[in-house]
C-alpha cells in the first residue's frame, strides 16, 4: 500500500458525459501528479500540482482540468467524455521536488 | 522531448533464473531512472530508482545499472520467483519536478 488513495476505483459512464476522479496524497506530499495509462498510449502524464498550484502540464486534453485543494487532494475533471476517454487514471504524490512518485491505485473509468 | 524504450516487451523465465530488462533515453539532461512493477489490476509500484551519480545499485535481488554515455540503464532480477510475475516499466525524469516518461513495459512471467 503507497498511502495514495483515489476514488472511485471504477466509474462507468456514457459519451457526452462528465466525472470527477478523486485522490489523496500520501500525508505530508505537497505535490500531485496524474496520469492516464491506456493500451495504445501506456503510462502518459497529464499534469502536476504542488501544494495547490498548477506546475507542469503535459498531454492534457482541453476537456479535462484538475485542482488541488488546501487539503493537498486533488481532483480530475473529465468532460465530454468520448469512447478514447476509456483508460486507467492513476495519480502519484511525492515529498516536494523530490522526484520518487508513489501510485495510488487507479480509477478504471470506462465510457460507453 | 524525452523518450524511452524499453526491451522486451515480454520476458519468460523459469523459478530461479535471472531476468533482465533494459531502456534507452534520449534526453541526456535525464537524471533519475525510476523502476516500477505493476500487478494485475494495481498501481505502479516503486521497486528501486538510481540517480545519474551513481552506477549501479542493489536491493536484495534487485539491481539497476546506469550507463550514461550511452544513455541505457537495466533491471537484473537474480532468483526469479513466480510472485515477481508482473509488468514492469522503467522511467526517466530530469528530476525537480518534471514528470517521469515511461518506458512502454516488460510483462515478465516466471514459471515455477
Known amino acids: 500500500d503507497s498511502g495514495v488513495t483515489q476514488t472511485p476505483k471504477h466509474l462507468i459512464t456514457a459519451t457526452g458525459q462528465r466525472v470527477t476522479l478523486r485522490c489523496s496524497p500520501r500525508?505530508?506530499?505537497?505535490?500531485v501528479y496524474w496520469y492516464q495509462q491506456s493500451l495504445d498510449q501506456g503510462l502518459q502524464f497529464l499534469i502536476h500540482?504542488?501544494?495547490?498550484?498548477?506546475?507542469a502540464k503535459g498531454n492534457i486534453l482541453e476537456r479535462f482540468s484538475a485542482q488541488q485543494f488546501p487539503d493537498l487532494h486533488s481532483e480530475l475533471n473529465l468532460s465530454s467524455l468520448e469512447l478514447g476517454d476509456s483508460a486507467l487514471y492513476f495519480c502519484?504524490?511525492?515529498?516536494?521536488?523530490?522526484?520518487?512518485?508513489?501510485f495510488g491505485p487507479g480509477t478504471r473509468l470506462l465510457v460507453l | 522531448g524525452e523518450n524511452v524504450e524499453q526491451h522486451p516487451s515480454t520476458l519468460s523465465v523459469q523459478e530461479g533464473d535471472s531476468a533482465v530488462i533494459k531502456c534507452t533515453y534520449s534526453?541526456?539532461?535525464?537524471?533519475?531512472f525510476p523502476w516500477y512493477k505493476q500487478e494485475l489490476g494495481k498501481g505502479p509500484q516503486l521497486i528501486i530508482d538510481?540517480?545519474?551519480?551513481?552506477g549501479e545499485k542493489k536491493d536484495q535481488r534487485i539491481a539497476v545499472t546506469l550507463n550514461k554515455t550511452a544513455k541505457h540503464f537495466s533491471l537484473h532480477i537474480t532468483e526469479t520467483q513466480p510472485e515477481d510475475s508482473a509488468v514492469y516499466f522503467c522511467?526517466?525524469?530530469?528530476?525537480?519536478?518534471?514528470?517521469?516518461?515511461f518506458g512502454t513495459g516488460t510483462r515478465l512471467l516466471v514459471s515455477p
Open positions: 522511467a526517466a525524469s530530469q528530476g525537480g519536478f518534471q514528470k517521469l516518461v
Open positions: 534526453d541526456s539532461a535525464s537524471n533519475y
Open positions: 500525508s505530508g506530499d505537497l505535490s
Open positions: 500540482y504542488y501544494n495547490g498550484e498548477e506546475r
Open positions: 502519484a504524490s511525492s515529498v516536494d521536488s523530490s522526484e520518487t512518485q508513489y
Open positions: 538510481i540517480r545519474s551519480n551513481v
